[in-house]
């Protein structure tokens, strides 16, 4: 099955039929045998005279958990600036956010700088956005957010992880479906509030405005397996370590967009 996750399907070697996630499996294959297709990261010889011949669950563990507290502290020290200082760096961090994701995911960028800029970048504009919600809907908005991302983010991976639902071919396909799917909605409703106040209504704060920030919320939670099964698809292919820093990427993606849709629900609910 090919990987499950796009932005990460051209990197990997097809597995063989019948092959499922399994969180922390072993590698199929060391830099020291033949690849059974060319890997752009595959790595030279000189990682297995180190003894880490491939990237481990550790890698993915311990380079995620440094993207994701440089974000943390990027979005602290911006609600702490004084005035609006903070907001006003939400449009460029958004932007340059965008490109340097953009130009990560394409390229297959798989290094610190790249993944912990783009991180830092995120982190500006998570914290202004955070200030603004807190401002405008209470303090306790943003605290009830971040408990329910992470909420979401271990259940899905306890699903994973004893597999109650398995990232097949089909279901890759339903969730990448979705994916587009709201991402062109989105785009609709804001051409269309040009031309009518609140577009299609998905946006609002009413009942369709609900039940489509609850179809997001939807779609990144599944995008989370998509994520866990690269890591394990990766580890399972003996890649480089240094690939895990382009898995730590795919999931503060993920996680930053599931975070801003469950700010955005609880929003609707405070007006």
Same mark, same amino acid.
Request: glycine letters at 12%.
């Given at each position: 099955?090919?990987?499950?996750?796009?932005?990460?399907?051209?990197?990997?070697?097809? +597995?063989?039929? /019948?092959?499922?996630?399994?969180?922390?499996? /072993?590698?199929?294959?060391?830099?020291?045998?033949?690849?059974?297709?060319?890997?752009?990261?595959?790595?030279?010889?000189?990682?297995?005279?180190?003894?880490?011949?491939?990237?481990?669950?550790?890698?993915?563990?311990?380079?995620?958990?440094?993207? %994701?507290?440089?974000?943390?502290?990027?979005?602290? $020290?911006?609600?702490?600036?004084?005035?609006?200082?903070?907001?006003?760096?939400?449009?460029?961090?958004?932007?340059? +956010?965008?490109?340097?994701?953009?130009?990560?995911?394409?390229?297959?960028?798989?290094?610190?700088?790249?993944?912990?800029?783009? +991180?830092?970048?995120?982190?500006?504009?998570?914290?202004?956005?955070? &200030?603004?919600?807190?401002?405008?809907?209470?303090?306790?908005?943003?605290?009830?957010?971040?408990?329910?991302?992470?909420?979401?983010?271990? /259940?899905?991976?306890?699903?994973?992880?004893?597999? *109650?639902?398995?990232?097949?071919?089909?279901?890759?396909?339903?969730?990448?479906? *979705?994916? %587009?799917?709201?991402?062109? =909605?989105?785009?609709?409703? $804001?051409?269309?509030? #040009?031309?009518?106040?609140?577009?299609?209504?998905?946006?609002?704060?009413?009942? =369709?405005?609900?039940? #489509?920030? =609850?179809?997001?919320?939807?779609?990144? +939670?599944?995008?989370?397996?998509?994520?866990?099964?690269?890591?394990?698809? *990766?580890?399972?292919?003996?890649?480089?370590?240094? #690939? *895990?820093?382009?898995?730590? %990427?795919?999931?503060?993606?993920?996680?930053?967009?599931?975070?801003? &849709?469950?700010?955005? =629900?609880?929003?609707? %609910?405070? &007006?």
């Amino acid at each position: 099955m090919p990987s499950s996750n796009p932005a990460f399907s051209r990197g990997f070697p097809a +597995a063989g039929p /019948g092959q499922y996630a399994s969180w922390g499996a /072993g590698p199929q294959q060391t830099y020291g045998g033949a690849p059974t297709q060319y890997d752009p990261y595959a790595a030279p010889s000189p990682y297995a005279a180190t003894g880490r011949a491939y990237m481990t669950m550790d890698d993915v563990v311990t380079k995620t958990g440094v993207t %994701f507290l440089v974000t943390v502290l990027a979005a602290a $020290l911006t609600w702490a600036m004084p005035g609006n200082t903070g907001l006003a760096l939400v449009f460029p961090a958004v932007i340059a +956010a965008l490109v340097l994701g953009l130009v990560i995911s394409f390229k297959q960028i798989a290094n610190p700088a790249a993944t912990l800029s783009y +991180a830092a970048l995120q982190g500006v504009a998570v914290g202004a956005i955070s &200030e603004l919600y807190n401002a405008n809907f209470g303090g306790n908005i943003v605290m009830q957010a971040v408990i329910g991302t992470f909420g979401v983010f271990f /259940g899905m991976l306890v699903v994973y992880k004893t597999g *109650a639902i398995r990232v097949t071919p089909k279901l890759t396909r339903w969730v990448v479906g *979705a994916m %587009f799917g709201v991402l062109t =909605l989105m785009l609709v409703n $804001l051409v269309a509030s #040009f031309f009518t106040p609140g577009g299609l209504g998905l946006r609002d704060g009413g009942a =369709l405005a609900i039940g #489509f920030s =609850l179809l997001i919320i939807g779609v990144a +939670a599944f995008s989370l397996l998509l994520d866990f099964d690269m890591a394990d698809e *990766a580890i399972r292919r003996g890649v480089a370590p240094k #690939f *895990a820093w382009y898995i730590a %990427f795919g999931l503060l993606v993920t996680v930053v967009w599931l975070y801003l &849709e469950i700010l955005r =629900l609880l929003s609707y %609910f405070r &007006e």
